[in-house]
């Protein structure tokens, strides 16, 4: 008997290793036909996982919930890292309105349907309004990663689906407790989203600083440590400041961002590292949440989740735009295509576990509707989403390819690095020579990209702006090298040619 219970155990497990490292194949693969056929790559995920329910039995909304939430931290944190300061800095203003004002009365309009629509009490229609009412950053930063978008309107959906969750989240745990207890107090409930979302910010930007510093101080004798120390100082972001009931995921993003925009050791490590690991947890947490539902129950709601998804799309998302630029410098045409690519995804699926596991009446009904909204959400407008902007005349051109990198694997006894320098124009070392550079005897500059090609440094080979330098120096030294291919102090862009 023990024997025959230790293989199927045995069994068991390795199957299960078998079907993961299956459904990760074939993940990987989808995303090959999602581009070509313009869909996001999340529909045919969730479309695996809802095919493998007619097979597998799943209904834990808790590990749902976990593991979504464990998948948040690292898409948010890999989306932070690429997002770039110098374009979000440009959009703070319109993306936290779109965050705050926009996902609140996106909640009461599409609330409002759906009180009637689904036969809910008020507060259930809030809730259903407040669960779909913010964009995905999963769904956002997969989307448009590979779209040549104008970088201004990428910026503000970028910035947005980042921030709006704490709005979403603190919409939907309020709700709830009113539900289950309808004498909680407004004020209280006020303050305590003020106290998230102020924490949030504190945490993600003194832990961002903190990281920062750890990953260039630390010594560590592996370079592939420096990577796995980023996600677990992203992971304490999360849980420091969800202790503290303060806003985790605004608090990772805000990290990430600090972290993505500073000059980091084995910078190319880290970021590599973490868009794969990205990748592996929108994989996993789609398939996984697709497993959740049932395709049978779907059918029950068909119509009243089209009409919902319909007046999502048209209705409630526009006005909530409309409310939250309309005195800022967006056109008409910016404004529409803001409308149209604030994509639902893994956020509201996650949060409609929370109604289940409160035990809410009706979340059963709630958490399938809300899943039939993702999937259009994702099909309709997913896909769509570059045909709209060409038809506006949004498209910004080629999106650029970082074509290179370069970083010794194994430094951390030998205290040197290879550092990556941007020549700006009328830096001290423009138009010299290598060897008249003044450069520190320690510093080797190992190659130079110039217009994509890579070019041998010799002594003679002079210094131009917008050349991509790779130097080989002392970890001590970065921050003097770095210093001499920066712009002169008082001197601005184009000066020289007047």
Do not use: C
Request: zero cysteines.
């Amino acid at each position: 008997m023990g024997k025959r219970g230790g293989s199927e155990l045995d069994f068991t497990v390795d199957s299960s290793i078998l079907l993961f490292s299956t459904l990760l194949i074939i993940g990987v693969i989808t995303t090959k036909f999602s581009s070509r056929l313009g869909v996001p790559s999340l529909v045919f995920f969730i479309a695996v996982g809802m095919v493998l329910s007619r097979f597998i039995y799943f209904d834990s909304a808790y590990l749902t919930q976990l593991f979504g939430v464990l998948a948040l931290i690292v898409i948010l944190f890999e989306g932070g890292l690429q997002t770039k300061w110098s374009n979000v800095r440009k959009v703070i203003a319109p993306s936290a309105t779109l965050a705050t004002v926009g996902v609140f009365l996106t909640t009461v309009i599409i609330g409002a349907f759906a009180k009637y629509i689904l036969d809910l009490t008020w507060l259930e229609g809030m809730l259903f309004g407040a669960i779909v009412g913010s964009t995905d950053a999963a769904a956002i930063f997969a989307v448009l990663g590979n779209k040549n978008i104008r970088p201004k309107l990428t910026a503000t959906l970028e910035a947005e689906s980042g921030t709006n969750d704490p709005m979403a989240i603190f919409l939907t745990i309020s709700l709830i407790e009113l539900i289950q207890n309808p004498d909680a107090s407004f004020l209280t409930l006020i303050l305590g989203f003020v106290w998230q979302m102020g924490l949030g910010l504190v945490m993600g930007l003194l832990l961002g600083k903190l990281s920062v510093w750890v990953i260039n101080k630390i010594n560590l004798d592996s370079s592939g440590l420096y990577p796995v120390l980023s996600m677990a100082l992203a992971i304490l972001t999360y849980s420091g400041t969800a202790m503290l009931h303060g806003s985790g995921l605004l608090a990772v993003y805000v990290m990430a961002v600090l972290v993505g925009n500073s000059d980091l050791t084995y910078r190319h490590s880290i970021f590599r590292f973490n868009e794969g690991f990205a990748w592996m947890m929108q994989i996993s947490m789609f398939i996984l949440l697709g497993l959740l539902v049932f395709p049978d129950q779907l059918l029950t709601v068909i119509w009243q989740g089209l009409g919902l998804s319909v007046l999502l799309m048209f209705v409630a998302r526009p006005i909530g735009v409309l409310a939250s630029l309309i005195f800022m410098k967006f056109n008409v045409k910016e404004m529409t295509f803001l409308s149209w690519a604030g994509l639902r995804g893994a956020v509201p699926i996650v949060l409609a576990t929370y109604p289940m596991i409160a035990g809410i009446e009706h979340s059963q009904r709630i958490f399938n509707v809300v899943f039939f909204v993702v999937l259009t959400s994702a099909l309709i407008q997913g896909s769509t989403i570059s045909y709209l902007a060409g038809k506006l005349g949004l498209l910004g051109g080629k999106k650029a390819a970082v074509p290179h990198t370069l970083e010794l694997v194994s430094i951390g006894k030998t205290h040197s690095e290879i550092i990556e320098i941007d020549v700006e124009e009328q830096s001290s070392v423009e138009g010299k020579e290598i060897r008249n550079a003044n450069l520190p005897e320690e510093a080797l500059v190992t190659a130079i990209v110039r217009n994509e090609k890579i070019i041998t440094p010799k002594g003679r080979t002079r210094i131009q702006s917008d050349d991509i330098l790779y130097v080989l120096l002392p970890k001590a030294l970065r921050e003097q090298v770095k210093g001499m291919f920066v712009r002169k102090e008082g001197t601005e862009k184009g000066e020289g040619n007047e």
